[in-house]
């Protein structure tokens, strides 16, 4: 009750035609919660959510991937945003639970971010899109395709190309490297939509990419697709991507996805 936010918008309510009330609240406090995801390459000593948990991160240590998680947060304080999201500790991994509703719901936290940072992190401020392995992991198709609105960051966290604007996906030069290193077509980068529709292309996208745990390959997609299967560490690569298939053929009776 008692922070700026509500001090400026009961001031700007006070101010404001009856009418116009509700409209101005809802309009301000979806402004308030609007939200930033990361997407990265997990690398050595990643924060998982107990290390970070009941702390300030610009307190702790500057090193490995907690300096890593305050440089993505800084951005998002540049971009005025009040709220960042991690993968690495926005998710109990302690908890099956949360980990299964983690994975079922990661490409619709994508899609209604507000904006998306991507740290390029092998790739130097004269380096381009096609030799970062971030674009031959699994979990970061969904995480390029997702986002509306999506900044790429180098390895010292300089934007990509000195980019001047708020969305490297309206860059036409950007998109045409996005294309080149991904065989994806701009639409698709800019307006996706999950679902079957050519269901053989969308597995041709991931087909050289990987994943750490073998599995993932197919958990990965799911988001792709919108579809909901349980995630079942321990399995084989093969199982969990025959469950993926036969759920892709079921539903759009397309038999051509096993050639991909």
Request: net charge neutral; glycine share 8%; charged share 20%.
């Amino acid at each position: 009750m008692g922070s700026q936010q509500y001090s400026q918008l009961s001031s700007s309510c006070r101010r404001c035609p009856p009418d116009q009330r509700a409209k101005l609240i809802h309009t301000t406090i979806s402004g308030y919660f609007k939200f930033v995801m990361f997407s990265h390459r997990w690398g050595e000593g990643e924060p998982l959510l107990r290390d970070v948990e009941g702390h300030s991160i610009y307190d702790m240590t500057t090193k490995g991937g907690l300096g890593k998680l305050q440089a993505f947060c800084l951005r998002a304080c540049e971009q005025k945003y009040l709220w960042a999201w991690s993968d690495t500790c926005c998710i109990d991994k302690d908890s099956s639970a949360e980990l299964q509703e983690a994975i079922g719901s990661m490409f619709a936290w994508y899609r209604r971010s507000a904006l998306t940072i991507v740290h390029l992190s092998d790739i130097p401020n004269t380096g381009s899109f096609w030799t970062s392995e971030w674009f031959r992991r699994g979990w970061t198709l969904q995480e390029l395709l997702a986002p509306r609105t999506t900044l790429f960051y180098t390895q010292n966290w300089s934007l990509y190309k000195n980019f001047l604007g708020s969305n490297h996906k309206t860059d036409v030069i950007v998109m045409e490297e996005l294309e080149k290193a991904t065989g994806i077509k701009p639409q698709f980068l800019t307006d996706f939509t999950p679902g079957m529709d050519d269901a053989r292309s969308r597995l041709r996208w991931a087909s050289w990419r990987h994943t750490t745990r073998d599995e993932d390959i197919a958990y990965s997609l799911l988001g792709i697709f919108g579809l909901h299967l349980p995630v079942l560490y321990g399995e084989s690569a093969e199982k969990a991507l025959g469950r993926l298939l036969v759920e892709i053929i079921s539903q759009s009776g397309d038999i051509s996805v096993l050639d991909w």
